[in-house]
């Protein structure tokens, strides 16, 4: 069994329990073993952009070494935490001035310049173990189901950091669908905002942005979504005012898998 360091976030250990068990259950019977760092911190959430701002990256530098001091690639699954750490170890590789700052303050054993490979969930899913391979893994497979991929804001953007997939016509979602027997729904906002992060702010602009999500969605013929994002499943479901269901792409991967069962008991 393949072990990979596993960064969960905090949202993973209250509202977002689902997108973690799933996952895990899953990574078990695909034959991936994930392991928590000891004593990790919430990643922030959001990116600074700020170049005078260094304390904000130290959390995800701190999981970053981590991962680094055991030789495992790190895995993230939701949307938020992948984008915070992805985005911290590109500029820990391509900004050495900020290197130098985030390793002065830290005084680690040694430098961490970057060397940790980072993998969202959905990219371990088709970098390493493969979609063909997921598919003969397959028990219970959606056949017949109509399924809308909702990538959102954080998980393909900004692109050159993310190098996750194309940022205006985005596969890896499809192809996961395609993986565990489900026909995927190509809409037109799949990879727009659907106005989570205003929540608080401004309630009936999120309501605005989340409604013409699912109304795209639904336009084409979906019989679900399946998002990674842990504000965007909250948003689409909460204030959008539609009945369409909205998933855990985890949740699905653990039905299809034959491993949801034991994980609701």
């Given at each position: 069994?393949?072990?990979?360091?596993?960064?969960?976030?905090?949202?993973?250990?209250?509202?977002?329990?689902?997108?973690?068990?799933?996952?895990?259950?899953?990574?078990?019977?695909?034959?991936?073993?994930?392991?928590?760092?000891?004593?990790?911190?919430c990643?922030?959430?959001?990116?600074?952009?700020?170049?005078?701002?260094?304390?904000?990256?130290?959390?995800?530098?701190?999981?970053?070494?981590?991962?680094?001091?055991?030789?495992?690639?790190?895995?993230?699954?939701?949307?938020?935490?992948?984008?915070?750490?992805?985005?911290?170890?590109?500029?820990?590789?391509?900004?050495?001035?900020?290197?130098?700052?985030v390793?002065?303050?830290?005084?680690?054993?040694?430098?961490?310049?970057?060397?940790?490979?980072?993998?969202?969930?959905l990219?371990?899913l088709?970098?390493?173990?493969?979609?063909?391979?997921?598919?003969?893994?397959?028990?219970?497979?959606?056949?017949?189901?109509?399924?809308?991929?909702?990538?959102?804001?954080?998980?393909?953007?900004?692109?050159?950091?993310?190098?996750?997939?194309?940022?205006?016509?985005?596969?890896i979602?499809?192809?996961?669908?395609?993986?565990?027997g489900?026909?995927?729904?190509?809409?037109?906002?799949?990879?727009e905002?659907?106005?989570?992060?205003?929540?608080?702010?401004?309630?009936?602009?999120?309501?605005?942005?989340?409604?013409?999500?699912?109304?795209?969605?639904?336009?084409?013929?979906?019989?679900?979504?399946?998002?990674?994002?842990?504000?965007?499943?909250?948003?689409?479901?909460?204030?959008?005012?539609?009945?369409?269901?909205?998933?855990?792409?985890?949740?699905?991967?653990?039905?299809?898998?034959?491993v949801?069962?034991?994980?609701?008991?």
């Open positions: 069994m393949e072990t990979f360091t596993y960064y969960p976030g905090c949202t993973l250990r209250t509202k977002a329990r689902d997108l973690d068990r799933y996952a895990r259950s899953s990574a078990m019977a695909l034959g991936i073993s994930l392991e928590e760092p000891d004593d990790w911190q990643c922030g959430g959001a990116y600074t952009t700020a170049k005078d701002e260094i304390a904000t990256k130290l959390s995800a530098v701190r999981t970053l070494n981590a991962a680094k001091s055991v030789n495992r690639p790190l895995v993230t699954v939701c949307s938020a935490c992948h984008n915070v750490i992805k985005q911290t170890n590109y500029d820990i590789i391509h900004d050495d001035e900020m290197a130098s700052k390793n002065n303050y830290l005084k680690l054993d040694e430098p961490y310049c970057g060397e940790t490979t980072v993998y969202h969930y990219e371990l088709r970098d390493v173990i493969g979609f063909d391979e997921l598919a003969k893994r397959v028990v219970c497979p959606f056949k017949g189901k109509k399924i809308a991929a909702y990538y959102g804001c954080l998980l393909l953007r900004p692109s050159k950091a993310l190098a996750m997939d194309d940022p205006e016509n985005p596969s979602m499809e192809d996961f669908i395609k993986a565990i489900g026909t995927p729904v190509i809409y037109a906002q799949r990879n905002c659907c106005g989570g992060y205003i929540t608080l702010e401004d309630k009936d602009q999120a309501a605005k942005r989340s409604g013409v999500v699912m109304r795209s969605a639904a336009d084409q013929g979906a019989d679900m979504i399946i998002t990674a994002c842990p504000l965007c499943l909250y948003n689409l479901k909460k204030n959008s005012g539609s009945e369409l269901p909205v998933y855990y792409f985890t949740e699905l991967l653990a039905e299809a898998l034959g949801k069962e034991e994980n609701d008991e």
